[in-house]
């Protein structure tokens, strides 16, 4: 049976959710020292939703979401890992950026046609992977109570 | 026969340079099918087109549908040509020469699944820039060293003729990107298949301002994306990515 796991988004302008965000953050730059690249990308990929959240809510702009995106990158690009894991890490990145501006646009494309308009974020096959493989309480130590499962 | 697919929205004003650029072909062996999404643009201003290109002899149609995105618009109007095989020459693109069409259709044979060459690009600032493209060999031996990025040279959808059943096995859209989907499709399938041909003669020229200037950040991110999805395992990814970093933080700085 296929585990769901859905990301509550706030739409208040809080905090702790920037709290909650750089303290990912910091944990995905220690995470990269590691060599554990199921780790890394899962505590990764939990930094990007947390990021997109903040961007679609408004509390980050268009300039503080590019700019954190491109800090991860520098992240990864100047880590020790494997050329094979460092690649694989950039796509992870890269393709949940891409990602972020299409559910953005057409968010506005809806609202703007007064269509109703779901701002969560779908939590694609790779993170399910990555939670399915680590089980469920790590995510909530990461997480803490923002998410259901 | 080639379908010459505009895809368009909401952009009569641009329509009018690909429609003249059609015209003047000197071949009228071809068809244009325009592959319209708007959402406020009476159908009737797109018949026009249709009704005075095929007063020049052209055999033209016009499609109404709504799709999801640019690239699925593409991929969706490929169920309308008669052709057997198509070029995307969208809303305001244009074609190099009065024989580009006659030349295409030239190459045109059944050991061959896609067709390409070179484009000029022209910038929002009106700057020229000439890309001549190179072929499948040069361009895989570029990404397997990463001596230099795919970058300077990337083969540009409006140069490319497509065998239609291609496009039916190896659709250009599902790779989750939404600004270089088309450059993807390019790279996976001078990787996938032999049956390529690349022509010495630019093709088309198309303008800058589009969504690709829009979000260039994101269009930044998806070539970047590309060009790594396609690096050689040996190949130099730390310079790869100092270069679209580089590119990145410029913008991000302006």
Known sequence: MHKTIILSVSREASKSSVYSFLRLYSTTRLALLTSDQLTIELILHLTLVKLHRLYSNGIYSSTQYHGFISQLLMLIRHSSLPSSGMRDLMKTVL???SKVMLAQSEYKAKSAAGLPASESVSINATLTHLIGAHGCQQVDQILGASYIA | MLTIITTTRDNTDELGRTFTSLVEQDTRSFEWLIYDGSRHTPIDELNHFADTATGHGISASVIHALDTSIYAAMQNSIKYAKGEWCLFLNCGDMLCHKSTIAHISKHIQPSVDMIYGG????????????HPGSSPEKIKQVLETGETPYYYHMVCQQSIAYRLSLLRSLPLYPADLRLAADHNH??????????????????????????????????????????????????KLHDLCDHYLDLISSQIQE
Do not use: C, Q
Request: charged share 10%.
């Open chain 1, 95 to 97: 393709k949940f950026s």
């Open chain 2, 186 to 235: 390019f790279l996976r399938t001078i990787h996938s298949t032999p049956n390529v041909l690349f022509t010495n003669m630019p093709i088309s020229i198309y303008f800058g301002g589009g969504s690709s200037h829009r979000y260039i950040l994101n269009t930044y991110y998806e070539w970047m994306y590309n060009n790594i999805a396609f690096i050689g395992e040996n190949a």
């Open chain 2, 119 to 130: 484009n000029i690009y022209i910038d929002v600032d009106h700057t020229v820039h000439y």
